[in-house]
C-alpha cells in the first residue's frame, strides 16, 4: 500500500471512531488535531491523542472505548466511513485548557504515582518494566539531578522509597510518556491502558487529593 493510500485509510479509520462520539465541528477539529499531530506517530500516540479530546463532553470519561475502538479499526478495518469533507482543513486545532497551579509538589505527586505503579502490576511485569525504563532512561532530556533520582528509584527493591527533587510539569510528562511507551511495547496498548487506570483507581483510595493532578499526564 502507498504512503498516500496508508495515510487515507488511517484517517478515514479515525474519522469513523470519532463519528461514534463527535459531529460537526469537534469532529472535524479532533480530525485535524490527529493529522496536525499524530498521524506519523506509533499506534501508542493514540492513548495521548484521545486524552487531548477530554475537553468534549461526549468523550470525557469514555477514552478507554474510544481507544478501543481505534484499535479495533486498525487491526480490522471494516466498515469505515468515506473519506471526510477536505474541508476539514479549515478549521483550527483547538487550544488545550489552561493546566490549574498543582495543590503539592509534582515530586510528591509523582511519588505517589510510581508507588501506585508499582503495587497494582505483578512483580515480575514490574520488573521488566523497571529494567526497561532504566535503559530508555539516558537517552532521555531531563535535568541530571531528576535522571540520577529516577535511576534510584527504579534500582531500589526497598519499599520505602522517597521520591524528592525539584521538577517540572513538562519533565514529568515526559517520564510518564516514555513509562506508557514501555508499557505498550511490553504488553500491548490495551493493557497497559488497564494497568494505569488501576494506577489511578488506588490513588483514588490512597491519596485522593492527587489525582486530578494525576491525570493530567496521563
Known sequence: MSSAADQ????????TALADYLSGEPLMQALN???????????YALNEFVGKLG???AIAGKRK?????????????VGLLPEPNPLHTAYKVPEPPAQAAYPERLDKVF???????EVVMPSVEFGK?????????????????????????????????????????????????QLYVALCEQCGPVKADDTLEGTVMWLERKHPACVRDIRRFL
Not at 487515507?8 to 474519522?15: A, E, G, M, N, S
Not at 488535531?33 to 499506534?43: C, H, R, S
Not at 472505548?65 to 478495518?77: A, D
Open 111 to 117: 511519588e505517589h504515582f510510581l508507588t501506585a505503579l
Open 65 to 77: 472505548e474510544v481507544i478501543r475502538t481505534l484499535l479495533s479499526l486498525s487491526q480490522n478495518p
Open 55 to 57: 475537553q468534549y463532553p
Open 8 to 15: 487515507t485509510l488511517k484517517r478515514r479509520i479515525v474519522f
Open 33 to 43: 488535531l490527529w493529522e496536525a499531530n499524530y498521524a506519523a506517530k506509533p499506534v
Open 129 to 177: 518494566l523497571r529494567l526497561d525504563f532504566l535503559l530508555r532512561l539516558d537517552d532521555m532530556s531531563l535535568n541530571p539531578v531528576l535522571k540520577a533520582c529516577l535511576r534510584r528509584w527504579f534500582e531500589s527493591d526497598g519499599s520505602d522509597k522517597a521520591f524528592s527533587v525539584v521538577c517540572s510539569a513538562s519533565e514529568i510528562r515526559r517520564v510518564v510518556n
